[in-house]
């Protein structure tokens, strides 16, 4: 599969901002509707967020740099690897055809005092992050390898950014149910 730098660019917005909207509407519900699972081991809608928040700390310091730096690249076009795009497909939505996973117990955020705060320091990422992409890739490398949250793998950038634009559609998805079952 090759995609366009736009192709990429139009999908990262489009998710970004769908996080975003759905974090902003909720960010004044009660600490109670926040905090509701929807059963034991599920994960209310703060849990969700804390998960993608335990996520930015770690990439979105790699992505602002790696999105930063200039390249004498002047492609338009990315192939994503095998290993990315495993990765990718396995964190989409559910409702785009992923499977459920278990968590890294450090990413686990499950029984833990939450506040909205939590909503806050999501939408300050996002924000950060959807501004940095809207400027387009024009110059940057997404070939490039960049490390993960796994030490021994790196993936291209394009397939990182993909990955983690997936994820957090999938996690505000299930926020989402959280909210709907209260």
């Not at 759905?22 to 600490?31: D, E, G």
């Not at 002047?74 to 495993?86: A, H, T, V, Y």
């Not at 686990?108 to 300050?124: A, Q």
Request: glycine share 4%.
């Amino acid at each position: 599969m090759i995609l366009s730098y736009s192709e990429i660019n139009q999908d990262l917005i489009h998710r970004t901002e769908l996080c975003l909207d759905f974090a902003r509407s909720i960010r004044n519900y009660s600490s109670e509707k926040l905090n509701h699972r929807p059963g034991d081991t599920s994960w209310s809608a703060l849990e969700c967020i804390e998960h993608l928040n335990r996520y930015s700390e770690f990439y979105l310091p790699v992505f602002m740099k790696e999105l930063s730096l200039p390249s004498k690249v002047s492609k338009n076009q990315f192939s994503p690897g095998w290993l990315g795009e495993k990765f990718a497909d396995s964190v989409k939505p559910l409702s785009e055809g992923a499977s459920k996973m278990p968590t890294f117990k450090s990413k686990n955020p499950i029984h833990e005092e939450l506040d909205p705060t939590v909503i806050d320091e999501f939408t300050t990422d996002l924000n950060a992050f959807l501004n940095t992409i809207k400027k387009g890739f024009s110059g940057v490398n997404l070939d490039k390898k960049v490390s993960t949250t796994l030490p021994v793998i790196k993936l291209k950038l394009g397939d990182a950014l993909r990955v983690y634009a997936f994820h957090n559609h999938r996690h505000i998805e299930q926020a989402k149910k959280a909210i709907e079952s209260y």
